[in-house]
């Protein structure tokens, strides 16, 4: 690992967590002086916002509901949303929902009002500045998005994801209410799950990883390797549900600063052209990217094995091993989608999704080892 000298952390301003503190937020944004709310949402958690716009009358704010989309937000979601913040003057917003919501909401606060267009602002740090005050609340535990500075919207024309990176995107309230995510379904927590073990595993072996960012990722893994199959299997049980929104809440801490790899990388033609969801891609490939990179790193991965429970033998490519192992058994206890085929992707597509991946260069660069395009193909093979 070469590891940064410096850690540029943008943080969420304040981190409520706890059963029903949800309530807390209309008065957060009461104090922060709003009149008129826009709350970003979709349609299948619309209730879940209901109750928020009640309290929010209470204190004397208009809220406004938009309905996004169920599943990965498009650009048009995006001018959409921003077009009914402007016309309602909207002067707070919302996101609640699971990753999807949150990055409509965070884009919303920086372009509403703005001269500047999704184009102009998509990579690193292309972001003058945000003109709206955010509050973020998941319902899912997995993307951390409620405290990351990303935000990843589909370019539906251009058939790929496209990722924003700013500072101007950390929220300044996130609220994590296990009560909110007891209703997601199995196979939404344990692929939200993954994602969030993808974000700490990422960080940890990742070449630009950081001493202070290394801790958080260590302590996700471990509430995750403790707590995901409880989680699908007790849905109700809040100490489990907690325990997994505060690693997913880590897991996203670890991205502003360090971010992702391969696996993320990889991931992107599934979700752009095969509309695979973010977490199920990760899932697919996270045990045959991490067998690419495990001999490059071997003492980084065997931590994180043991970090997720497995003994260590002080054979480090052993222990390497066995932590891959350990996940994939995860990966089946909780019912995942294990091959590309379960998915619907065939060998004749592999090379195109092998092309379009080695372009994100932005995650590939953070990678332990490089990856060609005839790497990311033996890898997608190796998936189906
Ligand atoms: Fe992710």
Same mark, same amino acid.
């Given at each position: 690992?070469t590891g940064?000298s410096?850690l540029?952390?943008?943080?969420v301003?304040?981190v409520?967590?706890?059963t029903g503190i949800?309530?807390?937020?209309?008065?957060?944004c009461?104090?922060s002086?709003?009149?008129?709310?826009?709350v970003?949402t979709?349609a299948?958690?619309?209730?879940l916002?209901?109750?928020?716009?009640?309290?929010?009358?209470?204190?004397s704010?208009?809220p406004?509901?938009?309905?996004g989309p169920?599943g990965?937000p498009?650009?048009?979601?995006?001018?959409?949303a921003?077009?009914?913040?402007?016309?309602?003057?909207a002067?707070?917003?919302?996101?609640?929902g699971?990753?999807s919501?949150?990055?409509?909401?965070k884009l919303?606060?920086?372009?509403?009002g703005s001269?500047?267009?999704?184009d102009e602002v998509?990579?690193?740090?292309?972001?003058a500045?945000?003109?709206l005050p955010?509050?973020c609340?998941?319902?899912t535990?997995?993307?951390?998005?409620e405290?990351t500075p990303?935000s990843v919207?589909e370019?539906?024309? *251009?058939q790929l994801k496209?990722?924003?990176v700013?500072r101007?995107l950390?929220?300044?309230?996130?609220?994590?209410?296990a009560s909110?995510?007891?209703?997601?379904p199995?196979?939404?927590t344990?692929?939200?799950?993954?994602?969030?073990l993808?974000?700490?595993?990422?960080?940890?072996?990742?070449k630009?990883?950081?001493?202070?960012?290394?801790?958080?990722a260590l &302590?996700g893994?471990?509430?995750i390797?403790?707590?995901l &199959?409880?989680?699908?299997?007790?849905?109700g049980?809040?100490a489990?549900r907690?325990?997994?929104?505060?690693?997913s809440?880590?897991?996203?801490?670890c991205?502003?600063?360090?971010?992702?790899?391969?696996?993320?990388?990889?991931?992107?033609p599934?979700?752009?052209?095969?509309h695979?969801p973010h977490?199920?891609?990760?899932?697919l490939?996270l045990?045959?990217?991490?067998?690419?990179?495990a001999e490059t790193?071997?003492?980084r991965?065997a931590?994180?094995?043991h970090?997720?429970?497995?003994?260590?033998?002080g054979?480090?490519?052993a222990?390497?091993?066995?932590g891959?192992?350990e996940i994939?058994?995860?990966s089946?206890?909780?019912?995942i989608?294990r091959? =590309?085929?379960?998915?619907?992707?065939?060998?004749n597509?592999l090379?195109?999704?092998? *092309?379009a991946?080695?372009?994100v260069?932005r =995650?590939?660069?953070?990678?332990?080892r490089e990856?060609?395009e005839?790497?990311?193909?033996?890898?997608?093979?190796?998936?189906?």
């Amino acid at each position: 690992m070469t590891g940064r000298s410096r850690l540029d952390l943008y943080q969420v301003r304040c981190v409520r967590i706890g059963t029903g503190i949800i309530a807390q937020c209309a008065q957060d944004c009461a104090d922060s002086g709003a009149s008129r709310v826009l709350v970003v949402t979709s349609a299948p958690i619309a209730g879940l916002a209901d109750g928020l716009c009640e309290a929010l009358r209470g204190l004397s704010i208009e809220p406004h509901i938009w309905l996004g989309p169920d599943g990965e937000p498009t650009r048009k979601d995006v001018s959409d949303a921003i077009a009914t913040a402007v016309t309602i003057s909207a002067d707070f917003v919302i996101g609640i929902g699971g990753g999807s919501a949150l990055d409509v909401a965070k884009l919303v606060t920086a372009l509403a009002g703005s001269p500047q267009t999704f184009d102009e602002v998509v990579g690193i740090d292309q972001l003058a500045g945000r003109r709206l005050p955010l509050a973020c609340i998941p319902t899912t535990a997995g993307t951390g998005s409620e405290v990351t500075p990303i935000s990843v919207i589909e370019d539906e024309e *251009a058939q790929l994801k496209k990722g924003v990176v700013s500072r101007h995107l950390v929220p300044d309230f996130a609220y994590l209410d296990a009560s909110l995510t007891v209703s997601k379904p199995r196979k939404v927590t344990a692929s939200t799950g993954i994602d969030a073990l993808t974000h700490c595993i990422e960080a940890y072996a990742n070449k630009y990883s950081h001493p202070v960012v290394d801790n958080w990722a260590l &302590e996700g893994i471990r509430l995750i390797a403790a707590n995901l &199959e409880k989680a699908c299997n007790e849905p109700g049980n809040l100490a489990a549900r907690e325990a997994m929104l505060l690693a997913s809440h880590l897991g996203g801490m670890c991205l502003g600063p360090v971010n992702t790899a391969a696996v993320h990388a990889l991931a992107y033609p599934l979700g752009g052209e095969f509309h695979v969801p973010h977490g199920v891609a990760n899932s697919l490939l996270l045990p045959h990217v991490l067998r690419f990179n495990a001999e490059t790193v071997p003492q980084r991965y065997a931590t994180i094995a043991h970090a997720l429970g497995c003994p260590a033998t002080g054979d480090d490519q052993a222990d390497a091993q066995a932590g891959i192992a350990e996940i994939e058994r995860m990966s089946a206890a909780v019912g995942i989608d294990r091959r =590309l085929s379960d998915v619907g992707i065939s060998s004749n597509a592999l090379p195109g999704m092998a *092309a379009a991946a080695i372009t994100v260069q932005r =995650l590939l660069k953070n990678n332990p080892r490089e990856v060609t395009e005839q790497d990311a193909l033996r890898i997608y093979e190796a998936a189906l």
